[in-house]
């Protein structure tokens, strides 16, 4: 079964230092995965997304993923953090059907950024 | 283009009254979904409809319904609303019903007094 574990639901980082939101999944087939941002109460944005082609996914804002199949992970990186990016971040995995829906997500990660 | 529209924004109902959720896909969409999100459950699949029909539903109670009209346009219905179904409810679209890209709407906040 597919199943998206975020690890930390917050994440502080300072203006202009690095961002690592980390993601790991389970995924019984190759996945297709996705990061998603939402900004408060505001609905979720598609940041990027992995369909198989290149491992290294650039995304909107800056921010970049990397597949890594041995780890299974799909870290979201960015290399200079932006008071603009204080957000919630959720990574998902594709699903096809069932009662989970066609995505999972994880948690979510809140990313907070001090001046 | 247009994004995905979630109408009402915002709602206040009581306890045991019931609610209608409006959702207009982004043009050319045909799939919708419907999902819960709450502080304590996070993101939960409620349901997904493709060309009027119901094609996937999550783990909720019989409460919750919705359909989708010819135009692709969806509601989802809330009866006999509890408190626990204050929440943020999101709307999502995509091309197709195993299409993974999906987009959301701004999401219809929903307070039970």
């Known amino acids: 079964a597919q199943s998206v574990t975020q690890l930390g639901s917050h994440v502080s980082v300072s203006e202009g230092a690095l961002v690592l939101l980390r993601c790991n999944y389970s995924s019984s087939v190759p996945p297709y995965l996705f990061w998603y941002v939402q900004y408060p109460n505001q609905g979720l944005q598609l940041l990027l997304k992995?369909?198989?082609?290149?491992?290294l996914v650039k995304g909107i804002n800056g921010f970049e993923a990397e597949f890594k199949k041995s780890e299974t992970s799909f870290h979201l990186t960015k290399p200079s953090a932006h008071m603009s990016d204080a957000a919630e971040y959720f990574c998902a995995v594709s699903f096809y059907g069932g009662s989970q829906g066609n995505l999972i997500f994880g948690k979510g990660t809140k990313l907070s950024v001090k001046p | 283009k247009a994004g995905v529209t979630q109408t009402p924004r915002y709602l206040i109902k009581t306890r045991g009254q019931q609610v209608t959720l409006s959702c207009s896909p982004i043009s050319g969409h045909r799939s919708v979904s419907w999902y819960q999100q709450t502080p304590g459950q996070g993101l939960q699949f409620l349901f997904e409809y493709f060309s009027e029909t119901q094609r996937n539903k999550g783990n909720f109670p019989g409460r919750f319904s919705g359909r989708q009209f010819s135009n692709s346009r969806s509601e989802m219905n809330v009866s006999t609303l509890e408190l626990g179904d204050s929440a943020l409810y999101l709307c999502?679209?995509?091309?197709?019903?195993?299409?993974?890209?999906?987009?959301f709407g701004p999401g219809t906040r929903l307070t039970v007094t």
């Open positions: 992995y369909t198989s082609a290149a491992t």
């Open positions: 999502a679209s995509s091309r197709g019903v195993r299409s993974y890209e999906q987009y």
